[in-house]
């Protein structure tokens, strides 16, 4: 079943409380960032790998670690992060964590990753504030729900309409499509669109978000890579479908400017 995420909301509506979890998202995300650049720049990047074969880095663990004593002092919520897992008793409102997503970039010399924040209501399923910080690049993608999106403190907006042959539009990791199963919905929008780019990771989310990007196609998600990106698309006027992924627990995204999003969402299973 595909859920549409610009339903109504059912969490609060005291914009002062959640423009508050907004300014702590952005000091969690920010926390690490020096320390996170000092290994970027000197090529330390330590590693081993997950059980999913993806690679894991000091500096992962140490920012989360970070980003978490940061969360705690300020709230009491549940933390979900990807370093460290779940840890807390069970709060509707949960803090969700990616201390370097895009960590092959990282450990490449590859400027293009970035630190993620979300703050999830977990009985509606909704993002209610999302950060993305790309630390090397100096920017910091936020948003909250009902307060817009901004970067660097300027407000962005999703792509305006565009015909599907002028549209810019990327996708993650072949890896990530095999993994989902839907190698079938890959081809089918590189037959569909001319301009097909592979722009990862948070980088392409926040590329989305600030309108650089008409849409992106992204399977196997988990809820600290999507979450963020939900609040900063929607309410930069934009249109996120979502489906279970074929790995338990994960999610496949379809992302963007609006009309395009539902022009294409039955040929690539979202519909």
């Known amino acids: 079943m595909v859920v549409d995420k610009m339903m109504t909301m059912e969490w609060t509506k005291d914009f002062n409380q959640v ?16 320390m996170i650049v000092h290994y970027f720049e000197r090529g330390q990047y330590w590693q081993t790998q997950k059980a999913d074969g993806s690679p894991l880095t000091l500096a992962d663990q140490e920012a989360e670690q970070i980003i978490r004593q940061v969360l705690a002092e300020s709230e009491t919520f549940d933390i979900l992060g990807e370093e460290e897992g779940l840890s807390g008793t069970g709060s509707r409102y949960r803090w969700t964590i990616d ?22 209501d977990t009985q509606t399923r909704q993002g209610i504030v999302g950060v993305i910080h790309l630390p090397v690049l100096q920017k910091t993608y936020t948003a909250a729900r009902g307060l817009g999106s901004t970067c660097n403190g300027v407000p962005i907006a999703v792509a305006s309409d565009t015909p599907i042959r002028e549209a810019m539009v990327s996708v993650g990791d072949p890896l990530q499509f095999t993994a989902a199963q839907c190698e079938a919905a890959y081809h089918a929008l590189f037959q569909r669109v001319p301009c097909l780019r592979g722009y990862t990771d948070c980088f392409g989310h926040a590329l989305v978000a600030s309108g650089c990007l008409h849409a992106m196609l992204d399977p196997s998600l988990n809820p600290w890579d999507i979450v963020a990106t939900q609040v900063l698309v929607e309410e930069a006027g934009g249109t996120m ?15 963007g400017a609006t009309r395009l999003i539902h022009e294409l969402a039955p040929l690539l299973g979202f519909a």
């Not at 423009?19 to 020096?34: F, M, Q």
């Not at 201390?99 to 999830?120: A, H, K, Q, Y």
């Open 19 to 34: 423009a508050k979890w907004r300014e702590l998202a952005i000091k969690a995300a920010h926390a690490p960032s020096d």
């Open 241 to 255: 479908l979502l489906r279970p992924s074929a790995l338990q627990g994960k999610v496949d995204a379809w992302f």
């Open 99 to 120: 201390p370097i997503d895009g960590t092959r970039s990282f450990v490449r010399g590859i400027p293009l990753f970035g630190t993620i924040v979300g703050l999830e």
